[in-house]
T-cell receptor
C-alpha cells in the first residue's frame, strides 16, 4: 500500500516566519501535486512536480521533488495570514486514475 | 471560467433520509471523482468514473451510490445517511490521463449534516 506521510501535522507560526512542510513515501511517484485547502472550501491545486530534483517557485512558495521521486517539500518564505489552511500533497503512481493523498499539514499563521 | 460546481454547498438531512449531492463541470474532463473528507483529514476516495466506467473503492459502503448521466454531471446518492456520514463531500475532475498527469480540480464541496 502506498502511503504519503506529511510532517509536521500541525504548524502554528507568526506572520513573517519561514516554514517547511515535508511529504515522504517509500514509493516512487510519476508526479506529485501540492494543494491548499481553506476552511469550508475544496482543495486548490498549487503545483505539480514531475522530474526528480525539480524545484518550482510560486511567489513565496518553493516546491521541491526529491531526486528519487519519493518525497517532496514545500517551503514558505515570510508567511502571511492568507497562507493559513490545510496543505495536502498527493502522489500519482502513473498507473491508475487515482491520487494517493498525504496525511495533511494544518498551517495557522497569526498576525 | 471553466470550473467544477457543487450543489448545494450545505445540506442538512435526517438520519435515514436519502440525500443526493450534485456536481457539474465545464472542463470537459473525462474523469470525475467523489471524495469524503472529515475534519482536517485527507480526502478519502469513494469512487470515480472514467467516462461512463464506474470504479468503486473496495471500502466504500453500499449506502453510497453514484450516477453520471453525461460528461458534465455526476451525482452522489446516500441512501440511508447515518450520523457517521456527516462530512464534507468533494467532487473532482481530471482529463484523460494518456500522456498527461493526474491533476485533479476540485469543487468547493458540500458540507453534509445528519440530524
Amino acid at each position: 500500500t502506498q502511503l504519503l506521510e506529511q510532517s509536521p501535522q500541525f504548524l502554528s507560526i507568526q506572520e513573517g516566519e519561514n516554514l517547511t512542510v515535508y511529504c515522504n513515501s517509500s514509493s516512487v511517484f510519476s508526479s506529485l501535486q501540492w494543494y491548499r485547502q481553506e476552511p469550508g472550501e475544496g482543495p486548490v491545486l498549487l503545483v505539480t512536480v514531475v522530474t526528480g530534483g525539480e524545484v518550482k517557485k510560486l511567489k513565496r512558495l518553493t516546491f521541491q521533488f526529491g531526486d528519487a521521486r519519493k518525497d517532496s517539500s514545500l517551503h514558505i518564505t515570510a508567511a502571511q495570514t492568507g497562507d493559513t489552511g490545510l496543505y495536502l500533497c498527493a502522489g500519482d503512481d502513473g498507473r491508475t486514475d487515482k491520487l494517493i493523498f498525504g496525511t495533511g499539514t494544518r498551517l495557522q499563521v497569526f498576525p | 471560467d471553466a470550473m467544477v460546481i457543487q450543489n448545494p454547498r450545505y445540506q442538512v438531512t435526517q438520519f435515514g433520509k436519502p440525500v443526493t449531492l450534485s456536481c457539474s463541470q465545464t472542463l470537459n474532463h473525462n474523469v470525475m471523482y467523489w471524495y469524503q473528507q472529515k475534519s482536517s483529514q485527507a480526502p478519502k476516495l469513494l469512487f470515480h468514473y472514467y467516462d461512463k466506467d464506474f470504479n468503486n473503492e473496495a471500502d466504500t459502503p453500499d449506502n453510497f451510490q453514484s450516477r453520471r448521466p453525461n460528461t458534465s454531471f455526476c451525482f452522489l446518492d446516500i441512501r440511508s445517511p447515518g450520523l457517521g456520514d456527516a462530512a464534507m463531500y468533494l467532487c473532482a475532475t481530471s482529463r484523460d490521463l494518456a500522456g498527461g498527469f493526474n491533476e485533479q480540480f476540485f469543487g468547493p464541496g458540500t458540507r453534509l449534516t445528519v440530524l
